[in-house]
């Protein structure tokens, strides 16, 4: 069964200093791993996706995420925090071979500090 | 930027009540999905639905829920008799395609209160 464990609800970092947001996951299959993030009175925004090839995803606002394999991880990235994203991030999975649903992480919320 | 809207953005209702949860998924999507975050938990999938039917749904998507894609634009959930436990935030999100290559965009959510 597909699961992914996001191990911190929250994360407060200075602004200008990296982030990262943890993700793991449990997968029967190869896995589609995905980044949501949600502002306030927002709906879920897509952030990046892992589908195959470099394990090091790029995507919007400057955030990145690197692919373990062996630690079965998908930690998201910033290598300088702004204020404006602070936010909750969840972190998804889907199994290339299952079912096509998305399931997440609990979340977690970070938080900038100016 | 093409996007889901849900409306009501929040409806209170009394327990053993009728819900419906409007949904208009992004224009030339196929795939439609409802998902729902009880609070402090994960989000959850309930269903998905593809050419006027349900493909997938979850343990949680018993008879008590319903969708329904009633004209060219809308998507609806329906819960039949409302429980306090189904208290949530309901999201909406559809797909171009069904596929692992493509995201899922997701409206702003439904925030739904059973009293």
């Known amino acids: 069964a597909q699961s992914v464990a996001q191990p911190e609800d929250q994360v407060n970092v200075a602004e200008g200093n990296p982030l990262t947001v943890k993700c793991t996951y449990s997968v029967s299959g190869n896995p589609y791993l995905f980044w949501y993030v949600q502002y306030p009175n927002r709906g879920l925004q897509f952030l990046l996706k892992?589908?195959?090839?470099?394990?090091l995803v790029k995507g919007s606002y400057g955030f990145e995420a690197e692919f373990n394999k062996s630690q079965t991880s998908f930690h998201l990235k910033k290598p300088s925090a702004l204020v404006s994203d602070s936010a909750l991030y969840f972190c998804?999975?889907?199994?290339?071979?299952?079912?096509?649903?998305?399931?997440f992480g609990t979340g977690t919320r970070l938080t900038v500090i100016p | 930027e093409p996007e889901v809207t849900q409306t009501p953005s929040h409806q209170v209702t009394q327990m053993g009540q009728e819900v419906i949860l409007r949904c208009v998924p992004i224009?030339?999507?196929?795939?439609f999905y409802w998902y729902r975050q009880i609070l402090g938990q994960k989000v959850e999938f309930l269903v998905s639905f593809y050419n006027n039917e349900i493909s997938e749904k979850s343990e949680i998507f018993d008879d008590q829920f319903s969708v329904e894609r009633p004209d060219g634009s809308n998507f609806t959930l329906k819960i039949r008799s409302t429980k306090l436990e189904d208290s949530a935030m309901y999201f909406c999100?559809?797909?171009?395609?069904?596929?692992?290559?493509?995201?899922?965009?997701f409206g702003q959510g439904t925030r739904l209160t059973v009293v």
């Open positions: 999100a559809s797909n171009l395609l069904d596929s692992g290559n493509t995201e899922a965009f």
């Open positions: 892992y589908i195959t090839g470099d394990n």
């Open positions: 998804a999975v889907r199994d290339q071979t299952g079912a096509n649903n998305l399931f």
């Open positions: 224009s030339n999507h196929l795939y």
